[in-house]
């Protein structure tokens, strides 16, 4: 679970990193004084929490978070600010808390715990059963490229391998990640980790290359949209 810290003074972005360190599971991953670079960071690994201060120079807080919560698969926000009179703003565009600065170890140290609380229960495991030859086999969600749907199948696909899986993909598309599948088509589910190449087809769609393998996944015109704006495709 990995999270940013986006605050134009260094003192306070010490103090909430010692917290989240000391006092929970969250990893770090980027630390930013300048709301425009904090906003390309997480188009491109979309953090599960971003600690947010409003008053920032270039794009306030309330305005990035606007951005955040536009985003298809956004993240959590946590505003830790000195200012109350944004509290309203924050919480129409879905945010987690509203911190005040200066704040308390318990209050920090409660929110963390509700952060933890509320990423797990949305945790997908990364291993799932599969059918191989009349053979049981255990795969890491992370290998897979693209799913199909066949009839009243799923044809599951690594770069190794092939497994075969009685359900409707609607169903099987539950037991995998939302962050890193997407529904392309109505008939094809891709892991976006795994696109090497996107190419521009008929009628304004796309088709992909996935890493390993040489067929092509078409993207419907029902989701070009929502796949440019996952992809950051301007």
């Known amino acids: 679970m990995n999270c940013i810290i986006v605050d134009d003074e260094y003192p306070a972005r010490q103090e909430l990193a ?10 770090i991953i980027g630390e930013f004084d300048d709301s425009i670079k904090a906003l390309e960071f997480i188009k491109s690994n979309r953090p599960d929490v971003v600690f947010l201060d409003i008053n920032m120079p270039k794009l306030n807080g309330i305005s990035l978070g606007e951005i955040i919560n536009a985003f298809e698969i956004k993240p959590i926000i946590i505003f830790v600010t000195a ?29 963390l715990s509700k952060i933890e609380n509320a990423l797990n229960k949305n945790i997908i495991s990364d291993k799932i059963t599969l059918w191989k030859d009349e053979k049981m086999m255990v795969v ?20 190794k391998d092939k497994y075969i899986v009685v359900s409707s993909i609607s169903e ?24 090497t190449e996107i190419i521009p087809w008929f009628n304004n769609t796309y088709v992909l290359k996935v890493e390993g393998i ?6 419907s015109r029902n ?4 796949f440019k704006n996952i992809m950051n495709i301007l």
């Not at 010692?18 to 990893?27: A, D, E, G, P, V």
């Not at 897979?144 to 799923?154: F, G, L, N, P, T």
């Open 214 to 219: 040489e067929n092509h996944i078409p993207v």
């Open 18 to 27: 010692y917290f989240i360190n000391n006092f929970s599971s969250l990893n």
């Open 140 to 159: 890491n969600v992370n290998d897979i490229c693209y799913c199909e749907a066949h009839e009243r199948e799923v044809h599951v696909y690594t770069k």
């Open 223 to 226: 989701n070009i949209t929502r």
């Open 172 to 195: 099987f598309s539950k037991k995998l990640p939302e962050k890193n599948f997407f529904r392309c088509h109505r008939s094809y589910i891709v892991n976006i980790n795994k696109i």
């Open 83 to 111: 200012y109350r009179d944004y509290a309203v703003d924050a919480f129409e565009i879905q945010a987690f808390d509203y911190i005040l600065k200066p704040y308390s170890e318990t209050r920090i140290v409660s929110t």
